[in-house]
């Protein structure tokens, strides 16, 4: 499997990406970034760029991949809706665009959150955007697209949040995480079983689009 990583940087992503280096049905990563990873390997190519929203200048660089983990992503939590909007629908879609263009074989992962809003029509704003996002993604054509609405996530081998006030609570919280993990798998994932997942529906295909925090940790 050759693989694009958005958000490699970020809590999700970097997970991912471990989980990508360590697997052997990974045979090749590209991460598309605003910033390096910061990890070396053989299987890792980067791209460090400023542009979200056109990539015509790498369009063949893009090409020849048949899986996408999207972990680019944001907290909607003091943030406008119209910025918030840009930073989850405007960058996951133009991304999106182009990569089925040039990859028709490829499965397509994104990770939104429990409790989007398939509807679009809810009160909550960020779960109204996740959803609008989710449903424009599965009308792409991809070989197959799954969105992974995971809730809380335990950071394991030293993943980070770049967001300090989640890291601060994941640092805060990671005994009872562990504990919850085990009991609630519901409600609690790991970025390792998240890395795990995502590879495992992009390589064998999964029976329905969205897949909750138990789907997650059941494969
Ligand atoms: N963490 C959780 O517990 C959790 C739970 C459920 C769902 N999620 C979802 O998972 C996704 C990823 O979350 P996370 O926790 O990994 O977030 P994070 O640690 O804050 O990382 C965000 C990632 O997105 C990139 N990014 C943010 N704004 C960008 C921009 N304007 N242009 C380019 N790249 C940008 C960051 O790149 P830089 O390094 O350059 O900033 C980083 O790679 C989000 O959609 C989030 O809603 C997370």
Redesign the pocket.
Known sequence: MKAVL?????????GVLLECLRDDAVTHVLSV???ASGRRDTKLTEIVR?D?LDYSDIAPQLAGYNACFF?????SVGMDAERYRH??YD?TLAAARTLARFNPQMAFVY????GTDSTEQGRVM?ARV?GKTENDLLKLPFRAAYMF?????Q?LHGV????AW??AI?VATAPLLSWLVRVAPKYVTTTVQMGRAMIRVARDGYPKPVLESEDINSL
């Open positions: 958005f958000g490699a940087t970020g809590m999700v992503g970097q970034g605003r910033s400023d979200f972990c680019l992503g944001v907290s930073l989850t960058i990770v939104t959150g429990a960020w996740k609405r995971p809730a809380a996530i950071p980070r949040s770049k967001t989640v890291q994941y």
